[in-house]
Nanobody, 115 residues
């Protein structure tokens, strides 16, 4: 089994930045790639960014130009740098790992954007 733990969330002002981190434990060799998603209360979980099989990254248009994702298999971690945060970025951010054609999720980290 693979277990994921997110960290780095918190309260920031509009225009601020956060760096979110994800640490994986367990059967690390089974992880194919990492992804980041976000979810507001009562809403469906939405895609933010992910690493492709060949190591490249892909980002949703909602965060284009504001997000940098990095995955380090040697340290079994993934990070998401989010800049120029806006009020509608206030969500719980989740880390996802692809494991044997299935997905494992972390418990999420809360991001609050308020003046």
């Amino acid at each position: 089994q693979v277990h994921l733990v997110e960290s780095g969330g918190g309260l920031v002002q509009p225009g601020g930045s956060l760096r979110l981190s994800c640490t994986a434990t367990g059967d690390i060799s089974a992880i194919a790639n990492f992804g980041w998603y976000r979810q507001a209360p009562g809403k469906m979980r939405q895609f933010v960014a992910l690493t492709l099989t060949d190591g490249r990254t892909n980002h949703d248009t909602s965060v284009m130009g504001r997000v940098t994702m990095d995955s380090d298999r040697a340290k079994d971690t993934s990070s998401l740098q989010v800049n120029n945060l806006k009020s509608d970025d206030r969500d719980i951010y989740y880390c996802k790992a692809g494991v044997n054609e299935k997905f494992t999720w972390g418990q999420g980290t809360q991001v609050t954007v308020s003046a």
